[in-house]
């Protein structure tokens, strides 16, 4: 960790281990098998737990690229948030979130939108936005337009987080990659979160914090934001 502020803990667990059984289940009735099986491990290939440190209490965070909900339900049932929205283009996952929310009576905290990058990003009274592995799907001509676009849903005194795969080495590169492949049946391409964060800094935004961390085979890197 190269931590400029201090992670938030508040006593739960955020263990892999631990994250993987709230998400199993959250989802426990969900009905497609594919959905139930990747959000209950997703927790061993994605670090939430340092994601989640980097949330400030009572939060209310707009999640781009939300998938089936993960992020802002285990949020939410850790009791780290305020509200929370997100958005994703895929309809099955937005249909699962919705669902999972609904069975944990979240709904008033939570909401989910069936919604494309494309179509911008929605002003929700948010205080954070979040973009978890969603940048690598962005095709290449338009990964510095939504850059600058995550930074101008940002609100004055709020906060971004970033976190993407890692593009070296190449043989952890070349694991998401075939793992998005499989799982996504698309060709996705890793930035380097330097250049990431060279375009938040021209789009207003502070770097506070900057990490790296390994899950199995698979490489990630995290950027934390503040605009001023
Ligand atoms: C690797 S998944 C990450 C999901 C979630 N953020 C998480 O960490 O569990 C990438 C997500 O980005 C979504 N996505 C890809 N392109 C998108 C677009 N153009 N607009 C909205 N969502 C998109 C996909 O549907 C998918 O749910």
Redesign the pocket.
Known sequence: MNGLTDPVTDGSDHSASALAGLASELYAAEPSAKIRLS?RY?PYI?PFDQVIAQVPESARVL??????G??LLLLAKLGRIEAGHG????AP?ISAARNAAARQALTATLSFEE????AGIPEVHHSVVT????IH??PPPHQQAFVAALCAATPAGGRLII?DMVHRPIWRATANRLH?LV??RQWVHHLQPGIVADWCLQNGMRLVHQTSANTLWYGHWMLVLDRQ
């Open positions: 959000q997703r994605c999640d781009v690229g939300c998938g089936s993960l992020f958005f994703d283009v895929s996952a919604r494309p990058v494309e973009v978890l592995d969603v799907h962005i976190k998005d799982m996504a």
